[in-house]
């Protein structure tokens, strides 16, 4: 199924809406606040999910710079500043229910936790370098297994209605964006098959991209651990998972894309508690717990960007 | 091909107005513009002897862009001693690049030495040029006026000159203050004033150091960036203006010198060359040296060929830019809204003021006014498909009308003037030869506009503006009407040939 890249490029432009369009200071704040349990939990959470916008940010950000054609390019660099909206009103829901620390006019922002930082840094540092068949077929995987999934957990848990209607909004984009991501998945299986799989390979190979991989394995199962210490079902991140091989698989050339054979079948393994992946992958989670810190790069200066403010 | 009539379908009309005893007198030439273009074909017309021309220009001074382009730190990122008439050099440049006040000054110092104000008519906008192959005379047709006949026209409106508000989402929600650069509004104060400005192109860079040091914020909406090169811009020293003044071969030495060193660009910049990567990594090494954030950096990284565009050459720019009130916002503009500006990043943005820095209305694909020639033909339909002329200067069936910067004379490298002067000297030549031997007109031959456009856009083909870049260089399709494939060396070549054969003489 081809998207039209150009009818999609308008509908997003004519679809655009701002942290205004939401009434900040409508009633339902407490259903958050009043539960001092969710609003633990809650805390962590949303600071994961703030960061995680950033992942794909940071993608997008790349993808704008490979993308074969000025309308592809385009809507990359539409979505890019749409995860930077998320983030925004993720921020914003924290500032509404109290979550942000510091001053209202210069709030700190959360520490992510360690293997976001490492992928965030891998992304900073490589993602421009990486062949758009990478990175775009990683894109939707992540989307749907990290943006979508926990999207879907925040409104299963939270009540508060500016929270749905602000993720209304939110889904919409990210509906587009999967709309997009499962295309170039597509059009990335176009060509000789053994021509794919023989470019796949010598990706595969590249150090750079080991150590991105050594980054993200760590963070889906971070981010599975996560969700179970907050009481939610693993099987939500799983649902989602699995999505990325239905949709990604519909068609012979999304199914002729090498990166989404691996994908699916890394995906499978994550999904397969049994399985043996989880052995290293585990033990990478626990060995990340010692990765010193003073070893990251500087947060990079785009996070500076990020506001809770409808008006700057 | 199509056989056109000699007479316009409403000419028996016309002629019998003209044969009218009491109608007004065909001109000579009519120029239409008082800027550069229309003031040179003036100086050069009269020193051929044609003096019976009338220049109409729609504003109230002379100076065209100069006189429209009055920002602050409006300024020519061409040498001046290149960036002004080689007939009539200038030896007192204050500066290597002067400022858009000096360059006007020059401007109505040509028209007061050359005495051109009592040809100008100020305030006669022209709406329309139709042409009547049976008197062979043009019409101009002019807003609230009685029209003028012309046995020859030459567009010198500038390639330039119509600057409008964008079309933007929501722009006439806003209730600030909207400025465009090319309508520079001296009376608006920004001293501490929270500003946008919309654009990063050659007049952006040129206005936002200058309003980083007055107003209180200044935040810059960028779509693409565009190449950045260091300018050698120093004040021109005493010694020099008086050597200049005395010995005015010295300064042709010099103009000479510049001439040659943008020549030699032309190598990187039009065509994809080793020397294009030396440019690229010389605009590399400077953005490395004046931009210390990586990502930033990265902001302000091109992802065309340089050249593609105009290079935007600058030493404040990138310094403004990381001043601590000046902010850079490559979020795309979802729209303009009461108070500022969205963008997609979903905050607003809210300024006193936006500046348009967003460039020119440039009629790539059609004439900035109505142009009917032999037989009626409409040249707007005619270059619907892309604007087609024979060496830039004139178009088939449109007899005795001259273009400057017509289709494929654009500039990329080198001083606009000097393309000028030669396009000037072959309007001048074809002019005089229809004076000379009476002839009701003279027009290019088609097939000769013909294979002249064939092999232009054969070399087109090969240049780094026709290697997949958008600019305003090209039409929405991608044919490049603007730009001249090759050195100003090769443009004047082509113009110093006239050539009898692809003429109808009538
Ligand atoms: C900001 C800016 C910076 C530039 N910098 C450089 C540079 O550094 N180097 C370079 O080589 N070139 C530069 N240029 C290009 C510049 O346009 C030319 O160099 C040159 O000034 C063009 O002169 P012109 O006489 O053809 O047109 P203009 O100077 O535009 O003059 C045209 C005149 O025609 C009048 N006119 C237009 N339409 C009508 C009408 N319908 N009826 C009556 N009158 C009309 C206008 O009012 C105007 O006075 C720059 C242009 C701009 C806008
Ligand atoms: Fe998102
Ligand atoms: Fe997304």
């Known amino acids: ?312 | 091909m199509t056989q056109y009539l000699d007479k316009a379908p409403d000419a028996g009309r016309r002629s019998r107005k003209a044969a009218d005893p009491s109608a007004v007198k065909v001109v000579e030439v009519v120029i239409v513009g008082a800027g550069f273009a229309g003031l040179g074909s003036a100086i050069q017309l009269r020193k051929a002897g044609i003096t019976d021309i009338a220049i109409v220009e729609r504003g109230t001074e002379v100076g065209g862009t100069w006189r429209d382009n009055q920002y602050p730190g409006a300024a020519c990122d061409i040498p001046s001693n290149l960036y002004s008439f080689s007939f009539a050099q200038n030896p007192a440049w204050s500066r290597g690049y002067s400022g858009s006040r000096e360059i006007l000054g020059y401007i109505k110092g040509l028209a007061r030495d050359h005495d051109l104000l009592p040809l100008i008519r100020f305030e006669h906008n022209v709406e329309a040029l139709d042409f009547d192959g049976g008197e062979g005379v043009w019409t101009v047709t002019l807003t609230g006026r009685e029209p003028i006949k012309a046995r020859s026209v030459v567009m010198a409106q500038g390639p330039l000159s119509n600057a409008g508000f964008p079309n933007i989402r929501g722009i006439e929600s806003f209730t600030g203050k909207k400025i465009h650069s090319a309508r520079w509004d001296h009376s608006y104060d920004f001293t501490g004033k929270r500003v946008a400005v919309i654009g990063t192109g050659a007049s952006a860079v040129q206005i936002i150091p200058e309003l980083v040091k007055v107003a209180d914020k200044v935040k810059v909406f960028q779509r693409t960036p565009g190449w950045v090169l260091p300018r050698l811009d120093f004040q021109s020293p005493e010694w020099a203006k008086t050597l200049f003044a005395k010995l005015p071969v010295s300064q042709t030495a010099v103009r000479e010198a510049m001439y040659w060193i943008h020549e030699s660009m032309a190598l990187g910049m039009i065509w994809n060359t080793p020397m294009t990567r030396a440019l690229e990594m010389l605009g590399n090494r400077f953005r490395e040296a004046q931009v210390k954030d990586a990502w930033l950096r990265r902001q302000l990284t091109p992802d065309f060929k340089i050249g593609c565009k105009r290079v935007l050459m600058t030493n404040d720019y990138y310094p403004a830019l990381q001043k601590p009130n000046c902010e850079l916002i490559s979020w795309p503009i979802a729209n303009l809204s009461e108070k500022g500006i969205r963008s997609v990043e979903g905050i607003e943005h809210q300024v006193d003021c936006i500046v348009f820095a967003t460039g020119f209305e440039v009629s790539k694909n059609g004439t900035p006014f109505p142009v009917h020639g032999l037989g009626g033909r409409d040249l707007n339909a005619e270059w619907a498909g892309g604007a087609q002329a024979y060496k830039s200067v004139q178009v088939s069936g449109y007899p005795n009308l001259y273009f400057t910067f017509g289709p494929n004379s654009g500039p990329g490298h080198n001083s606009a003037l000097v393309y000028m002067e030669s396009q000037i000297a072959y309007i001048v030549r074809s002019i005089g030869k229809r004076a000379a031997a009476n002839l009701k007109y003279i027009d290019v031959r088609a097939d000769a506009q013909k294979a002249f456009n064939v092999d232009i856009q054969k070399r087109l083909a090969k240049t780094n503006w026709n290697s997949g870049c958008k600019s305003w260089y090209l039409s929405a399709d991608g044919f490049n009407s603007t730009m001249f494939p090759g050195f100003a060396t090769q443009f004047a070549r082509q113009m110093a040939n006239f050539r009898e054969r692809d003429y109808r003489m009538v």
């Open chain 1, 1 to 312: 199924m081809q998207l039209d890249t150009a009818k999609m490029l308008a509908k997003i432009k004519n679809t655009q809406w701002a942290l205004a369009d939401i009434d900040w200071d409508a009633p339902g704040a407490e259903l958050v606040t009043g539960d001092p349990e969710l609003y633990a939990k809650l805390k962590v959470f949303m600071a994961d999910l703030m960061w995680i916008e950033h992942v794909g940010a940071r993608a997008f950000a790349a993808m704008a710079k490979k993308a074969p054609d000025d309308t592809l390019a385009e809507i990359y660099r539409y979505f890019h500043a749409e995860e930077q909206r998320h983030a925004n009103v993720e921020m914003a829901l924290m500032k509404r229910w109290g979550m942000l620390e510091g001053d209202a006019d210069n709030p700190i922002l959360p520490e992510p936790n360690i293997n976001l930082r490492l992928v965030i840094d891998w992304l900073d540092t490589y993602s421009d370098e990486m062949p758009i068949e990478v990175l775009g077929s990683v894109i939707p995987s992540l989307e749907i297994a990290l943006d979508g999934a926990l999207c879907k957990f925040l409104l299963d848990t939270v009540q508060d209605p500016v929270c749905h209607a602000a993720f209304e909004k939110i889904n919409e984009d990210e509906a587009r964006h999967l709309g997009v991501g499962f295309h170039m998945l597509e059009v990335m299986g176009h060509g000789k098959l053994h021509q794919l799989l023989v470019k796949a390979a010598g990706n595969l190979l590249n150090p750079k991209l080991i150590i991105g991989i050594a980054a993200y394995l760590p963070l889906l199962n971070r981010m599975r651990d996560n969700l179970v210490k907050l009481g939610l079902k693993e099987e939500r991140l799983y649902e989602a998972m699995n999505k990325y091989k239905r949709i990604g698989g519909r068609t012979e050339q999304g199914r002729r894309n090498p990166w989404f054979q691996i994908i699916s079948h890394q995906s499978a393994m994550v999904v397969d508690r049994k399985s043996f992946y989880h052995v290293p992958v585990d033990a990478l989670v626990r060995l990340t717990d010692f990765y010193p810190r003073r070893l990251l790069k500087a947060t990079p200066t785009w996070v500076k960007g990020l506001t809770w403010k409808t008006a700057a």
